[in-house]
């Protein structure tokens, strides 16, 4: 069985055995055998207990193994030190799953570390889906099922929405947040350590469960960043999926890291993924809620136009400045529905979208208004917001509103600007499922999330980039030769003929090794030329003075090459020079940034941004993880905050954005196949106008310590 199939079995048992169940006040044992023991678990349910013979009036027994009948799932509520070997009776037992959550493991440090590495070798050995440890446990809120496996006060409300937390306490929130605002969930788990099972796992179990419409995540770390990105652009084809990355500072990471006893990586790096595959993130708890019912209980927008009806002209501009901040627009309202407002409503009203119907506006206002905007042509969803007034009749205003978009296919929200006793028109809308919110900007930005998700799901379907016209023999040997003088840096040459094998557009270049080959080289390039050091100790040019730039003609060579060597190898003595390397002088371009990382946790990241001195000074760029699709080259482009730069400002040409992509994609191509590449910046590759091509200037790669064996 797939872990994802384990996981059935652990969300739908026919029977558990709670190991830890214990008649004492106020313990972890009791709580969570008292949740599954009255929640109406549609199974059997043992407490274990070595001492107790009975717990809430259920026989218990001393160990798993003296359980008579079979037991599908173990629910691990025992001191660290003794889990393990709890564990292995429960797989003596034939439990097919178990929920450890008892704490006191890698968290901590120190023998912690070691208890977690003998559970995880526990569970392979008998095959069994371990989720924690370190857990807050699973819920399942199926009727036939109805199973808490947790220590929470709350059973949530049926739902379509499927809740993962990687923190139990973050869990305990949410559930408690859910129960305040009503919201309905299809399933919880809270996978702590992840020992065995973690957020893959869930997708995967999640992607075609049919109680689940909409998922939701918070992560503090990624197990597989590869496949998280497979399963959830596979995933997210038919089902959103929003997530919580905590961890953005620097801080926030150590202590994430503390927390999970796991690296979280780059923040900048989990942006870029997200957006890679689709998943929609968010930055607080409470907007993953807010955007979260807003995708359960409503259709999808068709587009990015929304109406705003209101009675009060300053949430209605909030909510304008917040939906058009955010990629929406205001719709332009068709004629036949001005002239349908015109005709039913008084001269004060302003019949322009917003549709702002004032003060004193009733519910047969309110109707005729959600009328003529849901219908119209024009419109792809609605916001209908109410600032209750004294003549305001909340309670009749929703059922008008329920009422008018019975039918529609089109998402409405709704805004209540009102506190009191307002919870019978809440329950109005509930029974509809139309989101309501507090404030304009809440629901702006839960309508702007589904539009994203909207857009993401129709976008052209490309392929990763494959190309056979490369050269990997001439790959291999080059690195071969580093390998075999103990080199990590290639110098320049080297890194232009590795660029080359794979098809990327260099700038025309010769290694020279004295002067009169600097010399024929520039005439055979043409002037002006630039002229570069060569050497394999030599990372940074530019610090010893070894680059000269605009060389006119030959007398210009001659200085130039006296003046470097002299210059360099009084900065660095002893240096092993391999000549220079005479380039040609590339003008009229716009300097980019394509860059690779090799990370022990994502694999080869890509990077792209404007370069030159624009990279340090804006720190404009983008990430994706290797390998990309076409489309993926694309996105990092439009990605930049400089697009504008390149697609022409001002009266300057466009620049040719086509080349740009195909040397991602071909850059892409090459760190995936050589992984002994371990880093590279292209800085600047020079993009030329539009049908003009691109030429890389400088380049700079590091291939990794250690035996790594390339693509064969």
Known sequence: MTKAEQLKTIFSPRSIAVIGASAKQQSLGRAVFANLLFATYGGCVYPVNTKAKSVLGVRAYPSVTDIPDEVDLA???????????????????????????????????????????????VARSFGMAVIGPNCFGVINTEPEVSMNATFSRNFPLRGKIAFISQSGAIGVAALEYAAGRKIGFSKFASVGNKVDIHENHMLEALAEDPETDVILLYVENLEDPKEFINLAQRISEHKPILAVKSGRTTEGAKAAASHTGALSGSDEVYDSLFAQCGVLRVETLEDLFRFGVAFANQPLPRGRKVAIVTNAGGPGIMATDIAVRHGLELARLTPESKSLLRSKMPATVSLDNPVDLVGDADETRYGLAMQAVVRDEN????????????????????????????????????????????????????????????????????????????????RPHTEIAHYEDVDRDAVRGIIARARKDRRRFLPEPEAHAVLRAYGLPMSRSVHAGDEADCVRAAKEIGFPVVMKIVSPQIVHKVDVGGVRLNLQNEADVKAAYASLMRQVTTARPGADIWGVLIQEMVRKGKETILGMKRDPHFGALLMFGL??????????????????????????????????????????????????????????????????????????????????????VDARILIADGDVTALQ
């Open 75 to 121: 629910v691990v509520l025992v001191p660290a030190g003794i889990v393990p070997e709890v564990l292995r009776d429960a797989g003596r037992k034939g439990c097919k799953g178990a929920i450890v959550i008892s704490a006191g493991f890698k968290e901590i440090g120190g023998q912690g570390v070691e208890l977690e590495r003998q559970l995880g070798e």
């Open 611 to 696: 370069g030159g001195i624009y990279v340090e000074v804006f720190k404009d760029v983008v990430f994706r993880i290797a390998p990309i699709q076409e489309l993926g080259a694309r996105d990092m482009i439009e990605g930049i905050k400089g697009i504008k730069l390149l697609r022409g400002f001002r009266g300057e040409p466009p620049s040719d954005l086509e080349a740009v992509a195909q040397s991602l994609t071909r850059l892409s191509q090459l760190v995936t196949e050589f992984p002994e590449i371990d880093e590279m910046d292209i800085n600047p590759l020079i993009v030329l106008p539009s049908g003009s091509g691109a030429k890389v």
């Open 379 to 458: 419109v792809d969803s609605v916001i209908a917001i109410c600032v209750p007034q004294m003549l305001t009749n909340l309670q009749a205003t929703s059922e008008m509103i329920v009422q008018q978009v019975r039918t529609s296919d089109k998402p409405v929200s709704a805004v209540y600007m009102a506190t009191g006793d307002i919870e019978s028109s809440l329950k109005i809308l509930d029974g509809a499922k139309i989101p309501h919110y507090r404030f304009p900007e809440d629901a702006a930005r839960a309508l702007s999330a589904m539009t994203r998700y909207v857009n993401w799901r129709q």
